[in-house]
């Protein structure tokens, strides 16, 4: 697995957004936003004045492979503050599906946030403000640390379709047994592989299901079917 920490130091650190902005210090309007970072000296924040209300501002990151968990500081003081969301997707940023969301005024703090992610694991990452009634609702984000790979793989699953065969194979062991040049196996139940079937240099050779029988891998395969 692959830890990325966003500090927000230097730049957006691999985040896009064309709305957030990043400062040091308070923001420009009072009553409202942190006075200074959660860590280190820069944050990232959503500046309320002039983009109320419901103005929505978002910053998202493809991370290449499976989030497994996350952590940020999130800094949510005003009373006109808004809604901030995150979602993940799995689809290229196409859609979003809500992993963690907040509301309204906080206090004048930074506070910590752990996402931990059971399925589904998302390739995207996205968090999206939407700005309350007015100028004091300075949304501010600092310290997300993203924890990708090292999430299980799904098992692959086959299905067949229903026939007749040559040969009956109700387990893994009589299946191997039975692969060879023209041959026509009957998968008469449901079988779980429990090890790699070679059928290299196999000819002729057809798999079928009287009963709609599926195969399932007990662990990850690549091509090994």
Known sequence: STT??????TDFDGWTTSTFLRASGSTA???????????????VYAEASENSPGVEFSMYRDFGEGVSSLSFDYHMYGSDMGSLVLGGSRDDGSSYT??????GDQGNTWASASVTINS???IYLKFTYTSGSGYQGDLALD??????????????????EPTTGDIQATTFSA???????????????????????S?????????????????TSDRSFSNSY
């Open 4 to 9: 990325y920490t966003s500090t927000f130091e």
């Open 29 to 43: 309007s009072s009553s409202t936003g942190p006075s200074s970072a959660a860590s280190g000296s820069y944050y």
């Open 98 to 103: 809500t992993v963690w969301s907040k509301s």
């Open 120 to 122: 589904d694991f998302p």
């Open 143 to 160: 310290d997300v640390v993203v924890d990708v790979g090292g999430v299980p793989t799904p098992e692959p699953t086959v299905s067949l």
């Open 175 to 197: 299946l191997s047994s039975a692969i060879a040049n023209d041959v026509t196996i009957d998968v008469a139940s449901d079988i779980t592989f429990t090890g790699v079937i």
């Open 199 to 215: 059928i290299s240099g196999i000819t002729g050779l057809t798999i079928r299901s009287s009963v709609s029988a599926t195969m």
